[in-house]
């Protein structure tokens, strides 16, 4: 084994920037909010600094500890992912927030038990298909496996219901078996079931059908089903190429739900106009290429589809998001990764960049 | 070594590839909503975060044909809170209790309602108020400009006017009927708001300025509506009706030169009346039977047909029979033979359902149709009745037979009197119209409503020839108390038994009507009185006569309508050689001296009432009148001025300090002098005539007379 580099430092940079430039907008977005509710605008700031403070601080652990001593403790996490995400749906121990049980409260923090399977299950297929990719390019043998595992959790996460962290881990998953090397015509197939999956979820479910419906025409119910996305485009629409100046939205007093979480990146186009989206676009575009970088260059297969799995978490969080916040796609709650206020998400993508950035010191 | 074959590496590759356009795509998606749409969207965004606050514009005044203010608009503030905004709300609550002399913990529910707009209280009056709680600089307080309707003549002319609520949004009469344009246009305050409503940093703001009301001009005339409230008082206390109206029209143009009601309201307190009293103007809503009143349009329409002549002969037994009904005259025994002037002349009934007989149905109700009954007149005033009629097709000679009387039909008093006009105009049906001129705020005239003929209805001649016979019923007939000494009057009365619920005749229960016209030869005033079911005396004759008699009489007066009974008596011919003299202000001057002005103005006096101060004067003060006219003194009694009550300024000029004080003292003003005034009274601040409220100081200057400044 090769001795240690330093970690990759474009990344390591970018994480950091996004993480302040999440910050700085979290606070800007949530202070009208924070002030009426809580009386305390810097409720949700100090909440988040906090958290990034310890999701860096784990980065800063797991970026020491070196990626291959996990392997052997994955079945077992994925055994306690999947025991929590089964406790989650029970009433008592889940918390209900906005009609959906995807929150364990632990009295100090709630804790999101999905955040905690997309790890789980990244490196589970990582682990699963590196130990056996002389039989990636079977279907049953190569790539059934992973998909029924992947299956299970999804099941289990819709029924909280969140449609947006099933589609997002499904994708990752679905990312790595591609990188993996499985056959196109396989890959196809999946992606067809896949989809009709999805849209069988967005028939079987009301809200989810009149989302769906208020995404191709969000003006015609625009104080009801097509709030969120007239709101969010309004925001969008009212920044121009500087924006309004930050801290000066005018669409966070209340108009724009979900603020400084699922629709930050409309409160960034506000203040900061289209300069600001451009910055925070590149950063993640230097984000996915320093991923997927690390991972063409990683040490084994296992690391690279370890690398693989975690850029393409982030890649396909903000896709969906901004996808959603333009009006691109159908309204699904997903955090922008990095940036969005809330404890779980930021402190795992930050421990899933620790990974990449471990990684990335052991290659060539 | 390498972890990945060149497979995963190809595979990666692909992926990062996708990745990257997927975000690119997202950037150009951003690029159009900003760029493309931006300023839509922006706009669309600005409209959604904008609250409008309403403001009002200062409705418009009502004036009566000679520009006295019959209805103003005065400024009073509105309170209201913004609750959010309100740091202590107890402390607050219990400062503009006191103020406002209401009950703190009610203020208190208000001010911590969970909204961000409420009322604390609309349309204060009192400007002292007003100035305190702007001192005490209460933080969510805050007060908007707003205006209050003031009817500075109480109850004058109150059904016609109407009343407005709280939002001076017209309720009831003109101020209804006309509320579009005395409202104005409403402006409006635009803020931007958070989506809770409440005002946010850097809000964008914008005032839209509210329009003004337009003033209106009516064809009342106030001082002929004195005597219309006037004639209406005594009907109460002298037959305990129980409801009368008063209409006093001008038959050329069909202009409302009064209009009165009993029972009636106080505009400024209309919250104190019951519904049916406020919202009810008789003379336009009443719909009765009118009795002989109605033989009027019989005759008009048997005299145009020619189905009769004034000198065809009736004889009367006492009673008529109509397929086998017998229908009696009022008066027992009948009146034998008469000629139809004597029919008319003694409202003899089987006469007139001789003649309605003889019209047939047909043509009767071509007539009733043509005078403009069964259907509402159009008058600018809500909630006219449209009368009853029979259907032309249901018609039998019995029922025609009461037509021809006036029972059985129901009209409403205004279309009574407008038909009444038809024949005192020369058969010209003019439109009733109560609305004179629109006048923009800066007093701009904006329209003028003029007189509308809808019809002739009769000849000339016939209408001549009518009213020379109207004119004996007044001379010689039932209307003999209806007659006004030095004018020809001519009229109808009429008494009819009131129709029950169950469709026969209620004993007892009577209503009482005159409806005459003045001067016969030109008439200038038509005038119709009703009383509901007065006690006593129920006779038209009665109890309708004299009152017309009182409004005719007064307001030809006041209208300077000179007398003219003989054309060519020597007295006539005097008047024309003597001089004219103009008519002094009597008013608010004790008796005493008010005859003594008169006469030393050359004129006569008359006095009515009883008391030591003159109340009203007859023609009104500054007419030119022939001298020796004679003046009419309305007088009652001193003091008993209440707080607030109004008051007619006297001329104080001549007067020494001390009877300039106690002539004030007496109306309840105050004078105001400046220190070691001495002499006569020169000049007063408010002018002689000009009504004011008790109370109100009245500032005059003395000066020494000039004799003793002399040598």
Same mark, same amino acid.
């Given at each position: ?320 998001? +901004? ?42 | ?611 030591? +101060? ?98």
């Amino acid at each position: 084994m090769a001795r240690k580099k330093a970690p990759d430092f474009i990344l390591f940079i970018v994480t950091l920037a996004l993480i302040t430039i999440g910050v700085v907008m979290v606070f800007s977005a949530s202070q009208v909010a924070a002030l009426q509710d809580f009386n305390d605008s810097y409720y949700f700031l100090k909440r988040q600094l906090l958290w990034a403070l310890i999701g860096i601080g784990a980065m800063l652990v797991i970026m020491r500890i070196d990626y291959w001593r996990y392997r052997e403790f994955i079945l077992p996490f994925l055994l306690v992912s999947f025991v929590l995400l089964v406790l989650v749906l029970v009433p008592g121990i889940g918390k209900v927030v906005n009609g959906a049980r995807r929150w364990i409260d632990l009295k100090f923090t709630s804790f999101q038990p999905s955040e905690l399977m997309k790890i789980a299950l990244i490196f589970y297929t990582a682990h699963g298909l590196a130990t056996k990719q002389q039989h990636v390019r079977s279907f049953t043998r190569g790539m059934l496996p992973f998909l029924l595992v992947m299956a299970a959790a999804c099941v289990l996460i819709l029924a909280q219901p969140d449609l947006g962290t099933a589609v997002s881990l499904a994708g990752t998953i679905y990312f790595m078996l591609l990188a993996a090397g499985a056959r196109w015509s396989h890959l196809a197939g999946v992606a067809g079931a896949g989809l009709a999956a999805v849209a069988a979820a967005i028939a079987a479910s009301d809200y989810r059908r009149e989302r769906f419906l208020a995404f191709l025409n969000p003006w015609k119910d625009p104080s009801d089903t097509g709030f969120h996305i007239i709101q969010s485009l309004y925001a969008l629409g009212s920044g121009g190429l500087f924006g309004v100046g930050l801290g000066r939205s005018h669409q966070k007093f209340l108009y724009l739900p979900e603020r400084h979480t699922d629709f930050i990146f409309a409160i960034i186009g506000e203040e900061l106009g289209f300069l600001g989206v451009m910055v925070v676009l590149a950063l993640f575009f230097l984000l996915i290429w320093r991923g997927y970088t690390i991972a063409l260059k990683a040490p084994d297969t296992f690391s690279s589809l370890l690398v693989v799995g975690f850029t393409s978490m982030i890649a396909i969080q903000v896709i969906i998001n +901004v996808g959603v916040v333009t009006g691109s796609l159908p309204v699904t709650g997903i955090p922008l990764p990095l940036i969005s206020y809330g404890g779980t998400s930021l402190t795992f993508t930050l421990m899933g960049m620790g990974v990449i950035l471990n990684v990335s010191r052991h290659c060539r | 070594m390498l972890g990945s074959g060149i497979v995963m590496r190809r595979r990666i590759a692909t992926l990062f590839a996708v990745t990257a356009l997927a975000l690119f795509f997202l950037l150009g998606r951003v690029a159009y909503l900003q760029f493309v749409r931006g300023s839509e969207l922006q706009r669309r965004a600005l409209e959604n975060r904008m609250a409008d606050i309403r403001v009002d514009g200062k409705r418009g005044n009502i004036y009566d044909r000679n520009g006295q203010e019959l209805v103003r608009s005065v400024s009073a503030d509105t309170l209201y809170a913004v609750p959010v905004q309100i740091k202590n709300p107890r402390e607050t609550a219990e400062k503009l209790a006191a103020i406002l002399g209401r009950k703190a913990d009610d203020i208190y529910k208000i001010i911590t309602r969970p909204t961000n707009f409420e009322y604390i209280e609309k349309k204060i009056a009192d400007p002292e108020k007003v100035k305190k709680i702007r001192e005490l600089k209460l933080p969510g307080v805050y007060f908007q400009e707003d205006s209050r309707r003031v009817y500075p003549n109480d109850n004058l002319a109150s059904h016609v006017l109407g009343y407005v609520g709280i939002d001076n949004n017209g309720l009831a009469g003109i101020e209804s009927t006309m509320d579009k344009e005395l409202r104005g246009q409403p402006g409006w305050i635009v803020q931007e708001r958070d989506a809770r409503g409440r005002e946010m940093p850097q809000a964008l703001h914008k005032y839209i300025p509210p329009k003004d009301g337009n003033h209106l001009v009516l064809t009342i005339d106030a001082t002929i509506q004195h005597f219309v409230e006037r004639e209406l008082d005594r009907i109460m206390v002298e037959h305990r009706a129980k409801q009368a109206t008063i209409i006093v029209m001008d038959p050329k143009t069909g202009e409302i030169l009064a209009m009165g009601n009993r029972p009636d309201f106080n505009p400024n307190q209309w919250e104190k009346y019951p519904a049916e009293v406020r919202d009810r103007n008789l003379a336009v809503w009443l719909n009765y039977e009118p009795g002989s009143t109605f033989k009027v349009v019989t005759a008009a329409a048997a005299l145009e047909e020619g189905v009769v002549t004034p000198n065809d002969r009736f004889y009367d037994p006492g009673f008529i029979m109509v397929d086998g009904e017998r229908i009696n005259c009022w008066a027992a025994g009948g009146h034998g033979s008469q000629s139809f002037v004597e029919v008319v002349q003694n409202s003899c009934n089987p006469g007139f359902i001789t003649i309605g007989l003889k019209l047939g149905k047909e043509k009767f109700c071509r007539y009733l149709n043509a005078f403009g009954f069964g259907r509402p007149t159009g008058v600018e005033l809500p909630g006219e009745g449209t009368g009853i009629l029979y259907n032309e097709k249901e018609i039998t000679n019995v029922n025609l037979a009461t037509m021809s009387i006036g029972q059985s039909v129901s009209v409403t008093p205004i279309q009574l009197i407008t038909a009444v006009a038809a024949v005192a105009n020369d058969g010209r049906l003019m439109k009733p119209h109560i609305v004179k001129e629109i006048r923009s705020p800066d007093g701009k005239q904006v329209k003028k409503i003029k007189p509308e003929m809808v019809r002739q209805v009769i000849s000339r001649d016939t209408a001549r020839q009518l009213r020379g016979i109207l004119e004996k019923v007044v001379l010689y007939g039932s209307g003999k108390n209806a007659a006004v000494e030095g004018y020809r009057v001519g009229g109808k009365t009429g008494t009819a038994q009131k129709a029950g619920p169950n469709g026969g005749y209620m004993p007892g229960k009577y209503i009482a009507s005159f409806v005459g016209f003045v001067p016969v030869e030109d008439p200038r005033l038509v005038i119709l009185v009703v009383v509901d079911e007065p006690e006593g005396m129920y006779y038209g004759s009665q109890v309708a006569a004299p009152h017309f008699q009182a409004v005719a009489r007064d307001a030809l007066r006041y209208l300077g309508i000179p007398p003219k009974i003989d054309a060519n008596s020597k007295k006539d011919k005097e008047d024309k050689n003597t001089k004219k003299v103009t008519v002094p202000s009597l008013v608010n001057l004790p008796l005493t001296e008010a005859v003594h002005k008169v006469q030393a103005a050359g004129l006569r006096s008359r006095v009515e009432g009883a008391g030591e +101060v003159v109340l009203e004067q007859l023609p009104k003060p500054g007419s030119v009148v022939p001298a020796e006219t004679e003046i009419i003194l309305y007088v009652g009694p001193w003091g008993e001025v209440k707080e607030g009550q109004e008051v007619t300024v006297p001329d104080l000029t001549g007067l020494t300090l001390q009877e300039a004080s106690e002539l004030l003292g007496m109306l309840g003003l105050r004078l105001e002098t400046e220190p070691g005034a001495t002499g006569y009274a020169v000049s007063q601040d408010v002018a002689p005539g000009t009504r004011v409220r008790a109370g109100t100081k009245v500032k005059v200057r003395f000066a020494p007379p000039l004799l003793e400044s002399g040598p």
